[in-house]
């Protein structure tokens, strides 16, 4: 194992920028992202404040910390047919992820009681 990262996000926080900031949400998640943020319905805070925390769990698990917009457009959360959800990686995260001498990362995402969390594991 070559890093650990955890983050927590209020779901309250993704909730107002729901309703009012669509700048955040095109900084901060792919095209992708959104759609399935969007389609979520009454999930949809809870999702976004997941795959936020998805986001900055990566970069903690890399040990440098978020380095700017950079950081957040080659970071996307997908997830398989089974629901499972996973990275994809590219640009300056794709180059710190090899720079650390990572292969794989796996990603584990949970929300509870107006919180979500993410776990990532690079091996």
Same mark, same amino acid.
């Given at each position: 194992?070559?890093?650990?990262g955890?983050?927590?996000?209020e779901?309250a926080?993704?909730?107002r920028i729901l309703?009012?900031?669509?700048?955040?949400?095109?900084?901060?998640?792919?095209?992708?992202?959104q759609?399935?943020i969007?389609?979520?319905?009454?999930?949809a805070?809870?999702?976004m &404040?997941a795959?936020?925390a $998805?986001?900055?769990?990566?970069?903690? @698990?890399? !040990? %440098?910390?978020?380095?700017g917009r950079?950081?957040l457009?080659?970071?996307?959360?997908k997830?398989?047919?089974?629901?499972?959800p996973?990275? &994809?990686?590219?640009?300056? $995260?794709a180059?710190?992820?090899a720079? @650390?001498? !990572? %292969?794989?990362?796996?990603?584990?995402?949970?929300?509870?009681?107006?919180?979500a969390?993410?776990v990532?594991i690079?091996?």
């Amino acid at each position: 194992m070559i890093g650990l990262g955890i983050d927590m996000c209020e779901v309250a926080r993704m909730e107002r920028i729901l309703e009012k900031d669509s700048h955040f949400l095109d900084r901060c998640f792919t095209t992708e992202e959104q759609a399935y943020i969007r389609g979520r319905g009454k999930m949809a805070a809870q999702s976004m &404040a997941a795959i936020y925390a $998805a986001k900055e769990a990566f970069w903690k @698990a890399i !040990g %440098t910390g978020m380095e700017g917009r950079q950081a957040l457009e080659g970071i996307a959360v997908k997830h398989a047919d089974n629901g499972r959800p996973y990275y &994809a990686i590219t640009g300056l $995260a794709a180059k710190r992820l090899a720079d @650390a001498g !990572g %292969t794989r990362v796996m990603l584990s995402l949970t929300h509870e009681a107006g919180l979500a969390a993410a776990v990532a594991i690079i091996e």
